[in-house]
């Protein structure tokens, strides 16, 4: 007797077949829809649906590592494309992938917003993607028993991110239609580094890295050696820039600073240089920066015009954003990405919140500090727009639109995990332990708003922080 299952589950995209099967075709789909609360990382990857390819993830499964691998076994563009596991956690996985054309689509969806706020219909024809997986449980009849509600609720979970961020992101791509470009990107080991690259080739551009030492590979530029060829940056039509030292790596002291601020304000300063100095400039300059630039500021509602802060983050973040001004005195286009708190739990804030939380942890000092947070997808959504949107320039705030106060969010994240926020973390606690870091990271307040986002027509795929943990963590809150 088989005890073979079934799941399926389909998505309407608001692109053509063609479209929508490239997308999973680029280079960067697999780490794009790997759901990030999964403790899964890509081993192995020939970026080919093609028949013969291979796919190697390593995963841990109750703490035990475990390697799937996962063998494509029919290709047949743009219809559809199968994989089956060599080995792996089930004894029979076969997953089908089919694409097909629809020709209206449903009122809900658009591709966005033009910038006075009217929705944008995607060109027809629309197309249907359905996912089809039959698989099968290890183990004794009760273990299969017990096992098959909860891998049906494991696989209605991926599949529900997988379906979202790629409607999503052809939505994005679809509202913003750009011309394949060469883009450039420094600090593209990093988180949001990483996932924009994935992003800009799932578009259909081309990339390469900005690196600080020698350049290993054809794909890198040592832009910052001293033996730099400027001739390698010419044909760039983008640099997207966001290498720097992690603010909160270590405990601050005087060297520490030094090094956060010459991380951005002198390497800013070097490339800047050089852009400025090239035949073929790019088109525009995308630079990090963050919104500790407008320092401790209470309940004051802030946006790009609102005055700056004084404090150390906030020198560093204006000097940061000074230092690009040979390129804006070329004539590049140049957006400072000021940057809140990215939520991802595969790295940053998020990632350092998760424990704490799950053991009941609750406020940061008086919880009353208003947090400006914006979830990875909705960063880099941000990023994508201010590239291809010639008017942005200048600072541009990026954050969702309901900044919140520190005790809500660990409210809200204790919810989506099912734990109640019941421990708060003194201030005087979190002095002693990290020092000035404290007050600049954790315990400073500032409501900031995405003023220029939203003028330009952003449309925010994760507005709330419930549906953004929501999203970023798969547990869902129904009530």
Known sequence: MSNE????RSVQLPVSVQEAFAYHERPGALLRLVPPWENVRIEQSDDSLEVGSRVVLLTRILGIPLRWTALHTRYEPPRLFCDHQESGPFRVWQHEHRFEPVHSAPADLSDGADPSGT???????????????????????????????????????????????????????????????????SGSNGLVGQNIVALLKLAGHTTRTLV??????????????????????????????????????????????????????????????RLAKLKRKPRVLLCASA????????????????????????TVAREWEG???????????????????????????????????????????????????????????????????????????????????NADFARILGKVLGRPALFPAPAFVLRQL???????????????????????????????????????LGHPVTS
């Open 434 to 472: 990290l020092g000035e870091m404290a007050d600049s990271l954790l315990l400073c307040s500032a409501r900031v708003q995405p003023q220029s986002l939203m003028d330009s027509g952003y449309q925010f795929r994760h507005p709330t922080l419930n549906a953004a943990l929501e999203h970023l």
């Open 119 to 185: 929705p944008v219909k995607a060109a027809e024809p629309y197309s249907k993607l359905t996912d089809t997986v039959q698989y099968q449980l290890p183990g004794a009849l009760i273990g299969r028993l017990l096992g098959s509600s909860f891998a049906r609720k494991t696989l209605e979970r991926m599949f529900e991110y997988r379906h979202q961020t790629t409607r999503q992101d052809l939505q994005l791509f679809a509202s913003q239609r750009v011309a394949p470009l060469q883009v450039a990107v």
């Open 5 to 8: 299952q079934v799941f399926q």
């Open 323 to 405: 230092a690009c001004q040979p390129a804006v005195d070329a004539g590049i286009r140049v957006v400072h990405l000021r940057f809140g708190v990215i939520l991802s739990p595969r790295g940053g804030a998020l990632a350092k919140m998760m424990l704490p939380a799950k053991c009941f942890g609750g406020r940061l000092g008086s919880g009353r500090q208003w947090m400006s947070w914006i979830s990875i997808d909705d960063c880099l959504g941000a990023i994508y727009h201010a590239m291809a949107n010639d008017g942005l320039s200048g600072a541009v705030n990026v954050v969702a639109p309901a900044p919140v106060r």
């Open 212 to 273: 600080r030492g020698n350049s290993k590979s054809p794909g890198e530029l040592a832009v910052w050696s001293d033996n730099f060829d400027n001739n390698d940056l010419e044909g760039m039509d983008a640099i997207i820039h966001l290498a720097g030292k992690s603010i909160g790596e270590s405990r601050w002291n005087r060297q520490v600073k030094e090094e956060i601020r010459d991380s951005r304000v002198l390497k800013t300063a070097q490339l800047c240089s």
């Open 291 to 314: 919104t500790g630039i407008y320092g401790d500021r209470g309940d004051e509602e802030l946006s790009e015009s609102s005055p700056l802060g004084d404090d150390f983050l906030a």
